[in-house]
Every structure is written in C-alpha cells, then in structure tokens.
C-alpha cells in the first residue's frame, strides 16, 4: 500500500530513524494500531457513540485507505468516534504527540455567501448540518472525550471553528478537564463581502490550542515562532490567506485549511518524528504539513472521495521529497 516507484535511497536513508520511532508503536503495514477492526465490533460501537438523530445514517466499517509504512503515514476511511473508541481500548495512556482538529462547524444550514462575484449557498454537505445546540454539544463533548483519551500525557490539541461551534467546543473542554493554553485568531485578509450589509464581514476563525489535563507539560517551539516572527514573541493572531490552486489541484474541498496555517501548528507543538492525528480529515492538509515537516500522521474521514483526495495529496508530497533526496544523494555522490 502506497508504494511510489524508484524509493530505495530515500527508504535506506531513513531506515534507522524509522527504528528508533517504532520502538513505541510496534506497527504492521495492515493495522498499524494493532486495533480490532472486526465488522461486530466495530458498528455496535459507531452507532452508540453517535447522537440520536445520527444512528440512522450510513454504518461505517473501520478501513485502512491509504498508507506509507516508511514515511509514517495512515489514512483511515472511518468514523472517528469508532476509530478513536479502538485505539483507545488498545492506548489506555495515549499514543498521539498532537492533534489538530477541524470538525464540522454546523453552518450549513440554508445560508448564502459571495463567492467570485456570485451569490453561492454556504451548505458544506450533510455532516455540516446542526442538530440543535444540545445535540451538536453531545457531539463535540463526544469525540473531545475520546481525543483527550487518545493524546499521550504531554499532548496537546487543537480545534478550529467558528462562532457556529467553537463555544460549545471551548465549553466541552473545560467540562472534560483540558489545560487551555492559547486561542488563535486566524485573520483571513480577503473575507467575502457580506451581502446583505447588515453584519461585518465574517474575516476571523478561531483555534483553540489546549493540553490534555492541568498537569500536562506541552512541547512549544518557543524559538522557532519568535525567529518566524522577526524576532519578537509571536502573537495569537495570525495571517494566513485561504488555499490558493496549488492546494486544490487533486479537487476541492468546501472547508479546506491552508497548509500554511497547520504548518505553523505542526511547527509549534511538536518535534520531528512526533504522531500527529487528523479526525476530520477532510482533504488531508494536516497530513500533507506533517509529512512535509517529517511528522507522522494518522488521518480520519468519513466520506472516501476525500480521503482519495488526501490519499493523492500526500502521494505527491512524498513524490517531491523523495526526488529532492535523490537528487540530493547524486550531488553528494559527485562532490558537488
Ligand atoms: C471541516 S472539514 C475538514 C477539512 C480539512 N481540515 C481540510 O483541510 O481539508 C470536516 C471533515 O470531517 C468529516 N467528518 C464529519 N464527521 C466525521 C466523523 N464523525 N468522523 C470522521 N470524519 C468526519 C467531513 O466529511 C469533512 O470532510
């Protein structure tokens, strides 16, 4: 599974680092968690864990979609409650460094935006639809709790949201016992005009960033962010543009992040060869900045067109480093 062609320098090159990450995880290429992934075991579990109204959709069967064994990289085709209910059962004190999150916001709900010039409906898909504020609660404290179970003792989290969902996520985790440590305002400097003229322009998301409990000792690259930026202590407001093409070459996805924007994340509370963890995976940015930063990752997606566009994504990450080792290895073989 994920094999690119032409991989044996670069895979030689990172053979003893791969030893020395495994010693915790003793993976194998089909189920890297050593979790159970049997049909009975699996849908009993999604549907409890799901609120009400949702039992009556789609059971998903746990899959392993994609994988790069070397690169440390896993993506599942999943509901995440079941998946992190599996990990968990076998991880009883944790297993992922980090975790960046970006749930549904619960928008989508009939509204309109400006996209280009033209009025467009702001649905993002049925998983974005509100259930009402209880239950949306229900959901954010359900897969928060299971998140908070999942992260080693030293890990930390982070969600992304709008007003839509981020108080009841902010709430959620003060309920579960989360340490909260900073909420970032995320700037995005070409907001679309609001149409009807009766609100500001919607410019800023939040992200929460949190540990697991009050005792936990977060890893923060204090230096890394000062030396981003300009040499003075970096703010909690940041700048990042929405994905240009670049990002969207393999398909679009209605609610994709810049990679920018989780590369700094990934940058600023983890090392390298860390495990990160993606639950709503969507398009994969999360894996893509943490394999560029030699992170490994585990994503999460329920619908499998998205996590063949992260499958795909990824694949062409690890096409670009594997032709800058190679690359690199020839020219150290001349001398140049
Ligand atoms: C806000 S989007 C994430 C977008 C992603 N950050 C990106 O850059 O592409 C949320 C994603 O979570 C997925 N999703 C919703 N509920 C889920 C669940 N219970 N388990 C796993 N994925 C889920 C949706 O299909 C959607 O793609």
Redesign the pocket.
Known sequence: MGQLSGQKPAKRARVGRRRALDKDIPVSPENPFDISMAPEVIVPCARDALPKTRRKGKQRALKLAWSDQDAGIWLYE????TFLDRVAERWPDGVFDMIFA????FLSNGGISCHAGRMVSVDK?D??KSRGIEENHEFNRA?LERCQRVLKPNGTIWVSGTAHVIHSVGFAMQQLGFKLLNDITWVKPNPPPNLSCRYFTHATETIIWAAKHAKSKHHFDYRRMKKIAGDKQMKSVWEFRPPGRAEKIYGK?P???PEALIARIVEASTSKGDLVL?????????AVAAARQDRRVVG????PH?VARAAARVKDVLLTKLQRDTGRSARQGRGD
Request: with cysteine.
């Open positions: 999943a509901n995440c409650l970006d749930p549904p916001y898909g998983w974005d897969w996805h609610t994709q992040k993606d639950p709503f995976a969507g398009s994969g940015t999360t999460v997606e329920l619908e998205f």
